[in-house]
């Protein structure tokens, strides 16, 4: 009969959570040093460490790139970061280790500190939801999706979470890498066009790449450029590159035909809601006369910034962006 870690689940989160003293710290990484010696130590079958590490592998994903404040990641915390991050890994691997010598009624992750400071975009509807991130990327988000980020700023990377089928456009920045989390697989861009499907009852994780260069990383590290695509099967945790051109849905046209960007002497606040429908954004005017003009434009094949570039010019305005919020400022036009 095998003997259960003796830790507490208590102090397991909090050291988590970033709550712990440092003679909290120094007592975990003690009894981690502890352990030692591995599968052989803790007498596990093989199957048993391949459930293990699937169920470790999903709770580092949890509790490292989701369990930190945004507002605590820079200057100094950032410093404690780099310090702390095999510790706080360690820290995630040993939860999984009382998750799995536990009774299995016991499940703790559930109780764990709600990540508060994550922005989620769950698409309940029937229509692809189209999102604008804070950096200008958007993201094209499947019924039955969900998409979450922390804010983008604060941090020197671009990481996204997806569950269910989006398709990006990321928004070129050389200095912050894009990421995206699908389970097992991580997608890394610096700015290009691809598709990733990733729904639990496939069983599988597909990326389609149409613009620019695409790295993925699980069971092996492979790369993808235009019109290639990958399939890697979680249970066997095999991952397939087909080097023949794929047919990759154009996502961008079914949401042409959900939002009409054709417009004939249409009311400003109009053009304005449209655009707030479309790509999920809040966009302030900050001069009232801005409301009278009109526009009469065909904007269906321009980018999100083109088209406030077009909308803006008309009228003689400007705008700029703070998130996912859209400032338009200008002299506005004279009421009729």
């Given at each position: 009969?095998?003997?259960?870690?003796?830790?507490?689940?208590?102090?397991?989160?909090?050291?988590?959570?970033?709550?712990?003293?440092?003679?909290?710290?120094?007592?975990?990484?003690?009894?981690?040093?502890?352990?030692?010696?591995?599968?052989?130590?803790?007498?596990?079958?093989?199957?048993?460490?391949?459930?293990?590490?699937?169920?470790?592998?999903?709770?580092?994903?949890?509790?490292?790139?989701?369990?930190?404040?945004?507002?605590?990641?820079?200057?100094?915390?950032?410093?404690?970061?780099?310090?702390?991050?095999?510790?706080?890994?360690?820290?995630?691997?040993?939860?999984?280790?009382?998750?799995?010598?536990?009774?299995?009624?016991?499940?703790?992750?559930?109780?764990?500190?709600?990540?508060?400071?994550?922005?989620?975009?769950?698409?309940?509807?029937?229509?692809?939801?189209?999102?604008?991130?804070?950096?200008?990327?958007?993201?094209?988000?499947?019924?039955?999706?969900?998409?979450?980020?922390?804010?983008?700023?604060?941090?020197?990377?671009?990481?996204?979470?997806?569950?269910?089928?989006?398709?990006?456009?990321?928004?070129?920045?050389?200095?912050?890498?894009?990421?995206?989390?699908?389970?097992?697989?991580?997608?890394?861009?610096?700015?290009?066009?691809?598709?990733i499907k990733?729904?639990?009852?496939?069983h599988t994780?597909?990326?389609?790449?149409?613009?620019?260069?695409?790295?993925l990383s699980?069971?092996?590290?492979?790369?993808?450029?235009?019109?290639?695509?990958?399939?890697?099967?979680?249970?066997?945790?095999?991952?397939?590159?087909?080097?023949?051109?794929?047919?990759?849905?154009?996502?961008?046209?079914?949401?042409?035909?959900?939002?009409?960007?054709?417009?004939?002497?249409?009311?400003?606040?109009?053009?304005?809601?449209?655009?707030?429908?479309?790509?999920?954004?809040?966009?302030?005017?900050?001069?009232?006369?801005?409301?009278?003009?009109?526009?009469?434009?065909?904007?269906?094949?321009?980018?999100?910034?083109?088209?406030?570039?077009?909308?803006?010019?008309?009228?003689?305005?400007?705008?700029?962006?703070?998130?996912?919020?859209?400032?338009?400022?200008?002299?506005?036009?004279?009421?009729?």
């Open positions: 009969m095998r003997n259960k870690p003796e830790l507490s689940p208590d102090l397991l989160k909090r050291f988590l959570a970033c709550q712990c003293s440092a003679e909290e710290e120094e007592a975990i990484a003690r009894w981690y040093r502890s352990l030692g010696g591995g599968r052989k130590a803790l007498q596990l079958s093989k199957e048993e460490e391949n459930t293990l590490k699937q169920k470790l592998w999903s709770a580092i994903r949890l509790g490292i790139y989701g369990s930190f404040p945004p507002e605590k990641q820079t200057g100094k915390f950032r410093r404690y970061l780099r310090v702390f991050f095999w510790p706080a890994a360690a820290a995630a691997c040993m939860l999984l280790l009382y998750l799995f010598f536990a009774p299995s009624g016991t499940d703790i992750l559930k109780t764990l500190p709600p990540q508060d400071n994550r922005i989620v975009f769950n698409n309940t509807g029937d229509n692809i939801l189209c999102i604008a991130l804070p950096d200008a990327s958007l993201v094209w988000l499947r019924p039955a999706g969900t998409l979450s980020y922390i804010d983008f700023g604060r941090q020197d990377r671009r990481e996204v979470t997806l569950q269910g089928e989006a398709y990006f456009e990321v928004h070129s920045d050389p200095g912050k890498p894009f990421i995206v989390y699908t389970g097992e697989v991580v997608t890394r861009v610096l700015g290009t066009k691809f598709n990733a729904y639990d009852q496939d994780v597909e990326v389609e790449v149409t613009e620019g260069k695409v790295a699980a069971s092996q590290d492979l790369q993808l450029a235009a019109n290639q695509k990958a399939v890697y099967n979680i249970s066997e945790r095999t991952m397939v590159k087909l080097d023949v051109p794929v047919s990759v849905p154009h996502i961008t046209a079914e949401i042409a035909e959900e939002a009409r960007f054709e417009f004939n002497d249409a009311p400003f606040t109009e053009v304005m809601d449209l655009l707030e429908k479309t790509y999920q954004l809040d966009i302030q005017l900050e001069n009232d006369a801005l409301s009278n003009c009109t526009l009469t434009a065909s904007l269906n094949d321009e980018t999100l910034d083109m088209k406030l570039r077009l909308i803006c010019r008309s009228i003689g305005a400007g705008y700029r962006r703070e998130e996912n919020k859209i400032f338009i400022s200008g002299d506005g036009c004279t009421a009729l």
